[in-house]
């Protein structure tokens, strides 16, 4: 591998062409690139030439990368497919889909959304009252959806039938039997007839890390009872005329196509009955779900799926259309909460790699002397005596040796120095082994085991916990990839460890060429050259999940747009600045005005005392000062 690699091995070991569905690939430098207009390959933009324009503008990393127009992109493939699938099949009615706020919440991100969907009267979704005033404020398209999801209270309602009284498309979706009374009620009380939505609690399952979002025991919805009672109750108040959508969800990132289908066949036999029983639907919300193919396996892995956005869409419209032509009833408009698929591709974490945790790299000065300890004296003989013969037998033969020096030193019988010398050159011969096994079989067992017990920690000015918290929580596969010098082999294998004080704070979930693993590879870090990593498929839900975890706060960010007449291919349209020492202080309730104040007493006191010169208590001061306002990672 290491002689034959190019820039196609380094795109098939990262499953960069797959994950990232064409939006991302190696230019010819050996450079991570993006293509943000399939229909324009011509356009590439050079994620290094992205990192260098940010440093020469002074904006420190991490940083998080937004390419605009992938996230234009991925809401016009949506309706394309979706159009697409009800003109071939010939669907008689419509799609609307909706963007769930909750995804990302970025304002930056929704607008983008509005303004790309506008044509195709995409609309938004809902699931809090601050999502709800969003909304209100920024879906102004009267022609398309506002869906009203998530536990609701008497002003939730009230803001809802606002959006009403100003002729917005607001449904309000009743998620648990007591709502229904309080919509009633209110549309009572301010004269509003509002477009109501049912949601069922569907007994199929779904599949995935989300299963259980779904089945008699999902947290939202209504059982059928509890549907059949609505309806009763929504007769017997004159409100049945309001009854429009009808509503399921089986769970986010559905790996698998069939799942998909039996979910639209059990949902579309609820819509085609209570058709019949009188009410006036318009329209099947088939909730989120489609999913994005986080690992680039194209397969029913949690992290994969086995089906392309145009598949999804055929099989809704194909699986609705058959239960509703069988019932003999109409095509209702089909609506879609897909955020998971819009907002992945767009957004990536860049950070610099700024050290290696190697326990195999050391400048030990292991020199042999008269009174060595027979275990030191044993681990030197496996070391001169290991070959293509004998490198199983060594490499068991050090392992015990390790193993008894260890328990050695535990008791007492062995010192500091002579322990240090077996674990010199315990790793000197695991390496050598390593090199051996290798070249007698490649995959082996044994090669897998060394290859991990040798791998680095990369560690990477960033937080895992702030800026990719679905792979620590879940084990969410994320992409990670060099940003450049992928013509080259990549020698290193390991892992990625952040600057936070936690062990956790770790990715070590990977897929190498359609194989699961700890590590994955990257290259020697050189003295005179900075090394940049990309964490992809990061816009859907990370942006927003992150915590605070060692007071990190949120990254700089840049908004991209491609632009063919650039030298470059594209322009940077926007910056927006990450949090500072301050404003991350602020919100745990700190005052930091107060602690510089604190401060400046505590050093005021010390010079007094003498322990400080006044020169330097000035700087001593102006420098924590000046701390409280910087970047809060490290420069």
């Not at 945790?357 to 030990?364: A, E, L, M, R, V």
Request: net charge negative.
């Amino acid at each position: 591998m290491k002689d034959n690699w190019t820039i196609e091995s380094a795109d098939q070991f990262y499953g960069i062409s797959k994950w990232g569905e064409g939006y991302f690939g190696v230019n010819k430098k050996g450079e991570l690139a993006a293509y943000p207009d399939l229909n324009k390959l011509d356009v590439q933009i050079s994620l290094k030439n992205i990192i260098d324009e940010i440093k020469n503008e002074g904006i420190e990393l991490p940083v998080v990368i937004r390419f605009q127009d992938i996230l234009r992109a991925r809401v016009k493939e949506l309706n394309k497919s979706f159009r697409s699938a009800i003109r071939s099949l010939g669907y008689c009615g419509t799609y609307k889909g909706v963007y769930p706020v909750k995804v990302n919440q970025m304002r930056e991100v929704v607008e983008e959304v509005i303004e790309s969907g506008a044509d195709y009267d995409y609309g938004l979704e809902a699931g809090s009252k601050s999502e709800l005033m969003t909304i209100l404020a920024l879906n102004t398209n009267r022609n398309s959806l506002s869906i009203l999801n998530g536990y609701k209270d008497e002003h939730y309602i009230r803001l809802a039938l606002i959006g009403t009284k100003i002729g917005r498309n607001i449904v309000i979706v009743v998620e648990k039997p007591s709502e229904l009374d309080l919509i009633i009620r209110l549309a009572k009380e301010t004269k509003t007839r509002p477009m109501i939505g049912i949601r069922s609690k569907l007994s199929f399952k779904g599949s995935g890390k989300w299963e259980n979002s779904a089945g008699d025991n999902a947290k939202f919805g209504l059982s059928t009872t509890e549907i059949i009672q609505a309806v009763n109750k929504l007769k017997s108040d004159h409100f049945l005329d309001c009854l429009k959508l009808f509503h399921f969800h089986v769970g986010s990132q559905i790996p698998i196509i069939g799942t998909i289908q039996d979910a639209i066949t059990e949902g579309a036999r609820y819509y085609a009955q209570l058709v019949k029983m009188g009410a006036p639907l318009e329209f099947f919300d088939v909730g989120g779900g489609l999913g994005v193919d986080y690992d680039g396996s194209q397969s029913s892995n949690d992290s994969s799926i086995n089906y392309s956005m145009e598949e999804y869409a055929k099989d809704v419209v194909q699986s609705l259309m058959q239960i509703c032509d069988q019932e003999e009833v109409n095509h209702p408009t089909i609506v879609s909460e897909s955020g998971r698929a819009i907002t992945a591709h767009h957004s990536c974490v860049i950070t610099k790699v700024i050290g290696e945790i190697n326990p195999s790299k050391t400048s030990f000065e292991n020199v042999e002397s008269d009174n060595e300890h027979l275990f030191v004296q044993n681990m030197r003989q496996v070391a001169a005596e290991v070959n293509e013969e004998n490198f199983m037998a060594a490499y068991n033969t050090i392992s015990k040796i390790k193993e008894d020096t260890l328990n050695a030193f535990k008791l007492g019988v062995l010192g500091l120095e002579n322990r240090a010398k077996v674990e010199d050159l315990y790793w000197c011969t695991l390496k050598r082994v390593f090199e051996i096994a290798s070249e007698v079989e490649e995959e082996s067992e044994i090669v897998w085991e060394l290859r991990q017990k040798l791998s680095s920690q990369y560690l990477c000015n960033f937080s895992v916990f702030q800026s990719t918290a679905d792979s620590w929580a879940i084990k969410q596969v994320l992409p990670v990839v060099p940003i450049t010098r992928l013509d080259e082999f990549p020698v290193k294998e390991g892992s990625i460890a952040d600057i936070t004080c936690d062990s956790d704070g770790k990715i070590c979930h990977f897929y190498n060429e359609n194989e699961p693993s700890n590590t994955t590879r990257f290259h020697e870090l050189k003295s005179d050259e900075d090394y940049y990593l990309g964490i992809f498929m990061t816009g859907a839900y990370q942006d927003v999940m992150g915590d605070m975890h060692n007071l990190f706060g949120r990254l700089n960010e840049v908004h991209v747009y491609s632009d063919d007449d650039d030298p470059t291919d594209f322009y940077i349209e926007e910056v927006i600045r990450g949090q500072k020492s301050s404003q991350v202080l602020k919100t745990m309730q700190y005052n930091p005005e107060l602690m510089a104040m604190m401060m400046k007493k505590e050093i005021d006191r010390q010079v007094m005392r003498g322990q400080i010169p006044p020169r330097e208590g000035v700087r001593l001061i102006d420098f924590y000062e000046e701390s409280l306002y910087r970047y809060t990672y490290l420069k």
